[in-house]
């Protein structure tokens, strides 16, 4: 494996020029920095310490490993996750970078492969968990082999009251004094209290020189609604991104395998994870999302850090989120290559109920629960906007914008109403209830329901009692969500979940300020904003036919797709079909090695895109049907290739036989199965017996 050039450090310090663009393009195959890039990247290759807050899929990464090749000696990069580690050492060494890690995960040769570089010199980038630093002996290894800078990823994962929180974290401001070299720290968390937390156990109090980049996403489409049937507005989300590569967050692990089951059985390939799964399960769904395209997981927060796949089109909440700035990261997993990508985020008067209770409960000191509380209604604002939600977002994180243009308000305005006299109405219900009950019980009472409950407690004589039969149930519903959204009332812990007033109500309540609600239409399948193709019908074939070779090169070295090319380079490719190595040369991602090493390959797609049928395929064009028989049982046969659960050994068939199976009757399914075997007539017999009723 070749070693990307570096500078002495003689040279870095005398230097006053930025990082050079030729080794950006050589290297990494781009022509430019993405926005803030570049002055990252020139403070680090300086060698000053440096702190970047910089949103998920800005590009963190580049700007340490960058660096590493323009300096001296090992970069040692402090990182959370092992699958994460071999995700970006797998895609350095296919650059041509030599890069390596040590973590349990490794086998016996790869651990000899990162010594022998190590004593060979010729390690650029050495990852490694931060547990590693616990032992001695990762010191006194790490004082020998001439460290010159440490990065460390994730670096929130340092502040206690997260929940990355990493304890090792914490031994890393040690480690930077004890190899007395700069480090670089990057997160996409982005409250203040964690950055002083980063600072403060990071650099020992010393502010480093401080980045802290635009948080805006363009290219992913923000949406909320109201729970209304959430399971099946999760499945209608994702039967209109068929075939794309989703993730699905859930607030519970149960819910994880009944919604992965659901998607399975509406012809979805899906898998459930969260934490209560053995390690060996887990991470068998971690290389299955990284390698198989149009992949659903679906998942609590477990899955979340440590994502490194580039080409994920959706995200999907069906519970709310426990913060803004947990939204914010899991959104950012979905269009890290920059192309298109889409969010859903579904929420309930359930939902707030329970976060406020979590915070409410918990072993935090008072002034962190009402942090959290500020987080959340910070959310629920979000959740709860009158205009464009790029722009509240945004503002959270002090940024100001225009509308957007992509998400679901900008798409569709809002009705509004004055909400004032149905908010009054339900806070005098609470008032006159002393606090004590939820929104079920005041609702009964706000429309004149005589309940047992109701007529025991004599709240069927309150003054309040049917004043609000101007509403139904539901809309009275959305009204108490909105209430919770706008912090007037909170679930109280103490009285069972109890809605009792803030302070915000009282000016409310007493007639001196009013408040405008949205009003709570369900938008149905036929208004829901059209999905944004990727490419144009023009280009749609020849992208999948891009995307067919990629897995194929992928899955014969047994590493993630977008190792080879992530998805906005081969959407590049399908718009501006380059017919020769220096046309594909020019394509973004496409640097000297991808170049020399897959550039004849995709060029051979490209320029004969429609030709690229199997022979036996081909064989069957010129016999009526036969040729739309095999493509459909070929569609039958991927859907099933790990059984229709998703989770047994892969199992396909040979080109020849499909196309022997494409040219039989439906009525011979004695003549089927005997040609296919136990096995595959077993996984496959039944669908392919039904394509062929279809086409008989």
């Not at 990082?19 to 570049?38: K, N, S, T, Y």
């Not at 807050?53 to 323009?70: D, R």
């Not at 000899?112 to 990852?127: D, G, H, R």
């Not at 796949?309 to 803004?324: C, G, T």
Request: hydrophobic share 40%.
């Amino acid at each position: 494996m070749t070693t990307a050039p570096a500078i002495t450090e003689t040279e870095t310090r005398e230097s006053e020029m930025p990082v050079a663009p030729p080794l950006l393009r050589e290297i990494f195959g781009f022509d430019a920095f993405r926005p803030g890039q570049e002055e990252i990247v020139d403070a680090v290759t300086r060698g000053e310490n440096v702190l970047a807050i910089m949103p998920t899929g800005g590009g963190k990464s580049l700007c340490f490993q960058l660096p590493a090749l323009q300096r001296a000696g090992v970069t040692v990069v402090i990182s959370p996750l092992i699958a994460l580690m071999r995700d970006q050492v797998r895609a350095l060494q296919a650059v041509g970078v030599n890069a390596g890690a040590l973590t349990s995960g490794n086998t016996e040769e790869e651990t000899e492969a990162v010594w022998q570089a190590i004593e060979a010199e010729e390690l650029k980038l050495l990852y490694m968990a931060p547990e590693r630093l616990a032992s001695g002996s990762t010191l006194n290894m790490l004082q020998r082999i001439n460290v010159s800078l440490i990065a460390v990823d994730e670096a929130h994962c340092v502040s206690q009251w997260g929940h990355d929180f990493r304890p090792d974290y914490l031994r890393i401001g040690e480690l930077r004094q004890a190899l007395d070299v700069p480090l670089a720290a990057f997160t996409a968390t982005a409250d203040s209290e964690t950055r002083e937390e980063i600072v403060r156990k990071l650099f020992d109090g010393h502010p480093p020189r401080s980045f802290l980049r635009g948080f805006d996403r363009p290219n992913i489409h923000l949406a909320f609604a109201a729970k209304d049937g959430p399971r099946r507005q999760i499945l209608d989300f994702a039967a209109a991104r068929k075939g794309q590569s989703g993730i699905v967050y859930c607030g519970t692990r149960a819910k994880t395998e009944d919604l992965a089951r659901a998607l399975r059985d509406a012809g979805h390939a899906a898998c459930h994870y969260h934490g209560g799964m053995e390690a060996g399960d887990r991470r068998d769904v971690e290389t299955r999302f990284a390698r198989e395209d149009g992949l659903i997981v679906v998942a609590t927060v477990a899955f979340g850090m440590g994502i490194d796949k580039p080409d994920i089109r959706w995200v999907a909440h069906a519970d709310l989120p426990k913060s803004i700035e947990s939204y914010y990261q899991e959104i950012g997993r979905a269009g890290r290559d920059g192309a298109p990508a889409e969010t859903l985020t579904l929420f309930g008067s359930d939902d707030i109920r329970l976060r406020r209770s979590q915070i409410d409960e918990g072993l935090a000191p008072a002034e962190r629960r009402a942090a959290d509380h500020g987080r959340l209604n910070a959310l629920l604002g979000l959740a709860e906007a009158l205009t464009c939600r790029r722009q509240s977002l945004l503002k959270y994180f002090e940024e100001a914008s225009e509308p957007c243009g992509n998400c679901d308000l900008c798409d569709r305005p809002v009705d509004v109403f004055d909400g004032t006299i149905a908010v009054r109405k339900a806070l005098s219900a609470i008032l006159r209830t002393n606090e004590t009950y939820g929104a079920g019980h005041l609702i009964d009472i706000l429309f004149g329901t005589q309940t047992d409950r109701v007529r025991e407690k004599g709240h069927d004589d309150l003054s309040v009692f049917g004043c609000g039969k101007e509403y139904s149930k539901r809309q009275w519903q959305a009204v108490f969500r909105q209430m919770m959204g706008h912090d007037l009332v909170r679930p109280d812990p103490e009285r069972h979940g109890g809605l009792r007033m803030t302070e915000a109500a009282l000016p409310v309540l007493k007639g001196e300020a009013q408040i405008s609600l949205r009003k709570d239409t369900i938008a149905s399948a036929d208004r829901r904003p059209a999905v944004k193709a990727l490419v144009s019908e023009e280009d749609a074939p020849l992208l999948s036919a891009l995307k067919a070779k990629r897995r194929a090169l992928a899955e014969a070295q047994k590493v993630p797709a977008y190792v080879v090319f992530n998805d906005k380079t081969l959407i590049e490719m399908a718009e501006t079909r380059p017919e020769t190595l220096d046309q594909m040369a020019r394509i973004g991602g496409v640097g000297a090695k991808k170049l020399e090493r897959y550039g004849a390959e995709f060029l051979e797609v490209i320029t004969g895109a429609v030709e690229q049928l199997h022979p036996a395929r081909r064989k069957l064009a010129m016999r009526a049907g036969a040729g739309s028989t095999y493509d459909a049982l070929m569609a039958v046969q991927a859907q099933l290739t790990r059984g229709a659960c998703g989770t047994l050994k892969p199992l396909s068939c040979p080109a020849q036989l499909l196309a022997k199976v494409a040219q039989m009757r439906a009525t011979d399914e004695h003549g089927i199965s005997i040609l296919l075997g136990e096995r595959r007539a077993e996984r496959f017999l039944p669908a392919f017996l039904d394509v062929l009723r279809q086409t008989d």
